[in-house]
C-alpha cells in the first residue's frame, strides 16, 4: 500500500479547530504530539464568533472521536463545540490578553451539562497527551 492511500484509509480520530492562524504557536504543539504519536488527526481553523455556519457544519460531518479546540480572548470556540455533539471536547486557552486569563475562564466555566475538559494557558501539548488517554480506553 503507497504511503498516500495508508493516509487515506486512516480514519480521522482527533479534529483540533483553532480559532485563529494566530494560534499556531498553541495549536503546534498538539499537533507536534499527535504526529509523534502517529495518532491520525486534522486541524481546521475555524472562529467560533467569525464562521459559526462553517464551524456547525465540520463539526456535525467530522468522522473525528475527540475534538480539540484552542482560541484566546472569550474562547467561545470549545463551548460551542461541546453544544454541537455529544463527543469529548477538550479545550486549550490561548494567552492572547489578560495573559489567558480569559480565555481559561470562558473555556472552563461551563454550565451543567455541556462539559469542555480545560487543559492549562498555552498548553496545547497536553490536550493531545489527554486526548491519547480517551483514545486508549476504546483500545
Ligand atoms: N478568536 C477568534 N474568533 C473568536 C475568538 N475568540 C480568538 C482566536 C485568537 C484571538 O481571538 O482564537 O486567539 C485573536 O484572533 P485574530 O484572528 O484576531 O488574531
Same mark, same amino acid.
Given at each position: 500500500m503507497s504511503e498516500n492511500s495508508k493516509k487515506m484509509s486512516q480514519k480521522i480520530k482527533v479534529a483540533i479547530i483553532a480559532?485563529?492562524?494566530?494560534?499556531e504557536p498553541v495549536y503546534t504543539k498538539t499537533l507536534n504530539v499527535l504526529k509523534e504519536k502517529k495518532v491520525p488527526h486534522e486541524l481546521q481553523i475555524i472562529s467560533?464568533? @467569525?464562521n459559526p455556519e462553517k464551524l456547525e457544519e465540520y463539526i456535525t460531518k467530522s468522522e473525528a472521536l475527540i475534538f480539540i479546540a484552542v482560541a484566546g480572548l472569550s474562547a467561545a470556540l470549545p463551548g460551542v463545540i461541546a453544544s454541537k455533539t455529544d463527543k469529548p471536547v477538550i479545550g486549550v486557552p490561548v494567552s492572547t490578553k489578560l495573559g489567558g486569563l480569559d480565555a481559561l475562564l470562558s473555556i472552563a466555566q461551563?454550565?451543567? @451539562?455541556?462539559p469542555v475538559a480545560t487543559v492549562g494557558i498555552d498548553r496545547g501539548e497536553n490536550a493531545a497527551y489527554l486526548a491519547i488517554r480517551i483514545l486508549k480506553l476504546l483500545d
Amino acid at each position: 500500500m503507497s504511503e498516500n492511500s495508508k493516509k487515506m484509509s486512516q480514519k480521522i480520530k482527533v479534529a483540533i479547530i483553532a480559532g485563529s492562524k494566530s494560534d499556531e504557536p498553541v495549536y503546534t504543539k498538539t499537533l507536534n504530539v499527535l504526529k509523534e504519536k502517529k495518532v491520525p488527526h486534522e486541524l481546521q481553523i475555524i472562529s467560533a464568533h @467569525r464562521n459559526p455556519e462553517k464551524l456547525e457544519e465540520y463539526i456535525t460531518k467530522s468522522e473525528a472521536l475527540i475534538f480539540i479546540a484552542v482560541a484566546g480572548l472569550s474562547a467561545a470556540l470549545p463551548g460551542v463545540i461541546a453544544s454541537k455533539t455529544d463527543k469529548p471536547v477538550i479545550g486549550v486557552p490561548v494567552s492572547t490578553k489578560l495573559g489567558g486569563l480569559d480565555a481559561l475562564l470562558s473555556i472552563a466555566q461551563m454550565p451543567p @451539562r455541556v462539559p469542555v475538559a480545560t487543559v492549562g494557558i498555552d498548553r496545547g501539548e497536553n490536550a493531545a497527551y489527554l486526548a491519547i488517554r480517551i483514545l486508549k480506553l476504546l483500545d
